[in-house]
């Protein structure tokens, strides 16, 4: 789809090995994906058994380590997913939170044991997990954080509760971030039968709505001490702060993915649609309208070419990723709700997907860390 647009874009990260990944995962979702959303939106949650299935087609997990089951990838081949499953029009599916960020907590700092245990299962979609991170008081500044963690023999004793929480309803593993007496920390839950722990409603959000994104609850809930992730108390805030760049680069990706689909899904509808007795894309506004998104897309892409590139080479710093983020997300709500508007009144419609990308698009400038917070980031690096 993307080269509609671009024909000869050749992106300077991909290989012979990315266009295969890229052909497989365009088929799987083109046919798993997009025909269930309005399904999955009713439900508020994708089918259990697609994560088995998106397992058994080997597209979870690509870049955690091949010798406890990962693809033993880089996140190049994650961001092929990211941006195929975009291209497919899907905003139900958590393959971000499970695949490309929540499970790289594990594979950086459970033990030898636990990763044994976990990664197998995370990349076979048998396990699910998520980040218990936001409070229902507490979103950006993570000093705020309540939920606590008391040590009590051979266990922690957890209470408090999250809120806004991606796979909420499906997650076996949940990273939960606690205040412990020396400051932050990470400790993971097996969910399966945990007393105190627990589910509360499915938020109703303006877009995603096939996301199964709710409330959790810990009460007295307890937990093994080998749960702690690095095995040391007080290390979760440099824990956290050292994935961010990798979850606000991927951020960017999915929102440079999803201006383009936005774009191309334009223009094949004003190439279709008439007024006037014309296509609508014979009008001059409508022309240069979508030469400027046109123009975004580009920059878009060259930027998260770029960040991708200095990822890999583990020189992707918080400002940068930063910039990944606040720019393709600002962009990615000024283009698409320019190309909503040449739609018309379908463009209202939620059957359409620009309607369903229009809505998915807006959380992009919140979570992840606002767009504030990632302005008062990079002007430390000025």
Not at 88 to 96: E, H, I, V
Request: aromatic residues 8%; proline residues 3%; hydrophobic residues 40%.
């Amino acid at each position: 789809m993307p080269g509609l647009l671009f024909p000869d874009y050749v992106t300077p990260w991909e290989t012979d090995d990315h266009r295969l990944l890229r052909k497989h995962a365009a088929a799987f979702f083109a046919k798993e994906a997009t025909p269930n959303q309005a399904r999955w939106a009713k439900q508020q949650q994708v089918d259990r058994e697609f994560w088995n299935k998106a397992g058994d087609a080997g597209l979870l997990g690509l870049d955690l380590p091949d010798q406890y089951g990962g693809g033993g990838g880089t996140f190049s081949h994650e961001a092929v997913i990211l941006q195929e499953r975009t291209y497919a029009y899907d905003t139900a599916f958590g393959y971000a939170v499970h695949s490309t960020l929540a499970s790289h907590y594990i594979s950086a700092y459970a033990t030898d044991e636990q990763k044994r245990r976990w990664i197998l299962k995370m990349v076979s979609g048998e396990m699910v997990i998520a980040v218990a991170m936001t409070e229902p008081g507490t979103g950006s500044d993570l000093q705020a954080i309540r939920t606590t963690a008391v040590r009590d023999g051979d266990e922690y004793v957890i209470n408090g509760s999250k809120t806004f929480i991606s796979n909420g309803s499906h997650c076996d593993l949940v990273v939960i971030v606690v205040r412990t007496e020396p400051g932050l920390s990470l400790i993971v839950a097996e969910t399966e039968g945990l007393r105190g722990f627990q589910r509360g409603r499915v938020l109703e959000k303006i877009g995603q709505h096939g996301q199964d994104t709710r409330e959790l609850s810990f009460t007295d809930m307890r937990v093994p001490a080998a749960n702690l992730l690095g095995g040391v108390e007080g290390n979760g805030l440099a824990q956290l702060l050292e994935q961010l760049p990798r979850e606000r680069l991927t951020l960017g990706v999915e929102a440079v993915a999803m201006t383009e689909a936005a774009v191309v899904e334009t223009v094949r509808y004003v190439r279709e649609r008439t007024a006037f007795g014309r296509p609508l894309l014979d009008f001059q506004n409508t022309k240069f309208v979508l030469a400027e998104c046109k123009a975004e897309v580009l920059a878009g892409k060259t930027l998260i070419d770029h960040c991708i590139g200095l990822y890999q080479d583990g020189k992707l710093d918080a400002a940068t990723a930063s910039i990944a983020k606040l720019w393709g997300s600002d962009k990615q709500v000024e283009v698409i709700d320019k190309c909503l508007q040449l739609f018309g009144g379908y463009g209202y419609m939620m059957e359409y997907p620009i309607a369903r990308l229009y809505a998915a698009a807006r959380v992009q400038k919140i979570y992840g860390g606002t767009n504030e917070i990632m302005k008062v980031l990079i002007a430390r690096s000025l």
